[in-house]
């Protein structure tokens, strides 16, 4: 039978992250979507509840906004919308990935089209009880605690905590360590993501950190994109059994069962600052709740020299004013990419700023001026890949 001929896919898919690798403005750039996704079957028959793995789907879209638009009028192709989508071998539709949640994201992907995509919010062709359904599915459960005051302690200086910024490839990934050398106490995490699946090729072969999880401690995810938490429902599930700390943001199917798998261990936050200990806090994006990356967390953590700032996928220019301008150490914000307002400054010129990025990758981070940036504002950029014989993790 020609592969046209077979039937479609269709599926509900929360708009997770859309990238422009170039100049946003520009009509033939070509933009890539990723969209946490569930098969329609799931939701229409009522056993979405059960969460299959076989149901849930991340997507990966390829095209550009102009034919986007001229396809599928309908759509609002902005991060948090949801969006009803049929998927089919179709060449001259735009092209299209998906991978199954089953076998921890670990199976084939499979190549196709997206034939026909349709918004589901304010759209008075679809009912509202399906948007209903799907935010239903996406909520919170009981289980999980709901922390929106403010928590924070005085800060406390003392010769640690230090961080290894782990190599992952195009993902991010940071270990929190007592001392400043791998056998040192692990104390938490923060982000814990692998690369998306079409970003695969650059995980690195030699991957050990499963075996160092401790017992206990904590993960505090920036924000909730696939590529900052996935480890945790791939090749690290012990991760699953820390204490959890995310912004509560809106999220898709998947998202949401690893937050189901989670339960009371999994803290939401909306506080604007946060002390996991007298050393280590967190601090919320200025960004507008629709904008996951602005209104995600970020860590600075305290230290005798001065302190250092895990940055997630926030700008520079959505930094609160609380995060300081002691900084001896930086992680680099959204894998060198693009981003608004400037560099922080460091204490002192020359000191580390960690970016982590795995090529190839779809989205050509790092950007050279972004990078540029860092160096002019007095920064020694650490990159966790150079080439595949030269990678590995940063310490700061």
């Not at 160092?212 to 401690?217: D, F, K, L």
């Not at 960004?287 to 250092?308: C, E, Q």
């Not at 970016?355 to 990159?383: C, E």
């Amino acid at each position: 039978m020609d592969r046209s001929e077979e039937p479609s896919l269709k599926a509900y898919g929360f708009l997770e992250a859309v990238t422009f690798p170039g100049e946003k403005s520009n009509p033939r750039g070509r933009m890539n979507l990723v969209l946490d996704s569930i098969k329609t079957e799931a939701i229409e028959t009522g056993t979405a509840h059960n969460r299959l793995a076989a149901d849930l789907l991340i997507v990966r879209i390829l095209t550009t906004r102009g034919r986007l638009e001229s396809l599928f009028p309908t759509v609002n192709w902005d991060e948090g919308e949801w969006v009803e989508l049929e998927l089919q071998d179709s060449p001259g539709f735009p092209r299209a990935w998906f991978l199954s949640a089953e076998a921890n994201y670990s199976g084939s992907v499979v190549r196709t089209n997206l034939i026909s995509a349709t918004a589901l919010s304010g759209n008075p062709l679809r009912p509202a009880k399906v948007v209903d359904k799907l935010q239903e599915l996406c909520a919170p459960t009981a289980a999980v605690r709901i922390q929106k005051q403010n928590q924070h302690s005085p800060k406390n200086r003392i010769s640690g905590p230090f961080v290894r910024v782990v190599d992952v490839g195009h993902a991010s990934f940071s270990t929190v360590h007592e001392g400043n050398h791998i056998d040192s106490k692990i104390l938490g995490y923060f982000d814990v993501g692998g690369p998306v699946f079409f970003h695969h090729r650059t995980f690195p072969t030699r991957f050990l950190e499963a075996g160092r999880v401790p017992a206990s401690g904590f993960v505090v995810l920036s924000h909730w994109d696939f590529d900052h938490y996935s480890l945790a429902v791939s090749k690290v599930p012990a991760l699953r059994s820390l204490n959890w700390y995310a912004p509560d943001q809106p999220v898709g199917p998947n998202a949401a069962s690893l937050q189901l798998k989670l339960g009371s261990r999994l803290s939401l936050m909306s506080a604007p600052t946060y002390s996991l200990t007298p050393s280590i806090h967190l601090w919320k994006g200025n960004g507008a709740l629709t904008d996951r990356n602005g209104s995600g967390y970020v860590m600075t953590i305290t230290r005798a020299g001065g302190d250092v700032l895990l940055s997630g996928d926030v700008p520079y220019s959505m930094l609160p004013p609380g995060v300081g301008n002691q900084l001896v150490a930086l992680a680099v914000t959204h894998h060198g990419g693009s981003f608004t307002g400037s560099p922080p400054a460091p204490l002192k010129t020359g000191a580390t700023a960690a970016v982590s990025y795995g090529l190839p990758n779809r989205y050509h981070h790092p950007h050279a001026p972004s990078i540029d940036l860092h160096k002019t504002a007095g920064w020694k950029i650490a990159p966790t890949y150079v080439t595949a014989k030269k990678r590995g993790d940063v310490w700061l």
